[in-house]
């Protein structure tokens, strides 16, 4: 019986006394509970429209024969009301890389309810905002449906405001694209501001303003520490690419002068200069062998570093239809690359 449960001074059932290990693993139990309960707690705060009821009791003994006595005071329950808070971030690492004309081009935004209560918000998307280099035309704001962050045409649902506006519990996130056409104007390095906004369906304004009986639950509503509304912006970066390609001659002759006569060689070279901050992807230079001369086998050059003729994956050379080929790969705005070959004069 020495570990029977004993009660407290409201005579409720409380745990028998333990010692060493017990009371160890008692305790760690206990704070690991404790940690769990306030993680969830400070989540989105107490729901909206929560009920917290205080009930006071006084004890005093009988002055007849000294036994206990507990009375309970009037209940009181204040209803929790609803916090209008929401958050807007850019999902994009850094700028979107475009190219003039080009259409449906994605920027990626995060909504969040950062309230207590769920709640319905108005998305609306500012393309032409102040102090860039250039406006986007608008198309359209996309709901990700399907939640895997990554906009999918046909799948992903179109935005219509007031119409599905997107309704979110506490805590809860929805990704938003904002689909734009770039303008032919647009030049390479020039930045476009694309601001989606969003606001709290029940209210917004001046932090602390009521919205008497409107909040989850059937509380109050009262604007939080952002207004009801926040916003974020992503932007558009003008990546635009281009190759010049510069070609000269070198002839030597069998005397070892300068004149183009039969049994000379030609020494051609292609300097390929790509300009702009884009890339250009699988950019190849080549070049018919001309009439009259004899491609040279093995005399193709990348950076003065000898190229295989065999038309295989070795390197990046080849010859064959009497053309030679230089597969110069994703190169860079800026670069420059330099490519030799040579024939002789039949």
């Not at 935004?109 to 709640?119: A, P």
């Not at 969003?198 to 009262?222: C, H, Q, R, Y």
């Amino acid at each position: 019986m020495e570990n029977a449960p004993t009660q407290d001074f409201r005579g409720r059932p409380s745990l028998p006394a333990a010692s060493g290990m017990s009371r160890r693993l008692a305790l760690a139990l206990g704070t690991a509970a404790l940690a769990l309960a306030s993680t969830a707690a400070q989540a989105a705060g107490t729901l909206a429209g929560t009920d917290i009821v205080n009930v006071a009791q006084a004890t005093y003994e009988s002055p007849d024969d000294g036994t206990p006595i507990t009375i309970d005071s009037n209940k009181v329950t204040i209803k929790v009301d609803e916090l209008l808070d929401v958050t807007v971030v850019s999902s994009d690492p850094g700028d979107v890389a475009t190219a003039p004309g080009l259409t449906a081009q994605v920027l990626t935004y995060q909504v969040t309810n950062s309230g207590n209560g769920s709640e319905a918000f108005t998305l609306s998307a500012d393309t032409a905002r102040p102090g860039d280099e250039f406006d986007t035309g608008f198309e359209q704001m996309i709901l990700d449906s399907n939640g895997n962050g990554v906009y999918d045409p046909g799948v992903d649902t179109i935005y219509a405001p007031g119409t599905n506006d997107p309704v979110l519990a506490p805590d809860e996130s929805i990704v938003v694209f904002v689909l734009s056409t770039i303008p032919a104007s647009a030049e390479d390095e020039d930045r476009a501001e694309i601001e989606l906004s969003a606001t709290a369906n029940t209210g917004s304004g001046t932090p602390g303003t009521i919205f008497a009986g409107e909040g989850d639950g059937g509380g109050d509503a009262v604007v939080g520490s952002t207004g009801a509304r926040d916003a974020d912006s992503g932007y558009f970066v003008i990546q635009t690419s281009d190759v010049t390609l510069t070609k000269s001659a070198t002839v030597i002759d069998p005397s070892g002068g300068d004149q183009p006569i039969p049994g000379a060689t030609i020494v051609y070279q292609l300097v390929a200069t790509t300009i702009g901050s884009g890339e250009l992807t699988n950019l190849v230079i080549s070049d018919d062998i001309p009439a009259d001369t004899t491609y040279k086998a093995g005399s193709i050059t990348l950076e003065n570093a000898p190229l295989t003729d065999a038309v295989d994956d070795g390197d990046a050379g080849s010859f064959a239809d009497d053309a030679i080929a230089v597969a110069l790969g994703t190169v860079p705005g800026g670069q420059t690359r330099t490519i030799t070959f040579q024939v002789t004069i039949d």
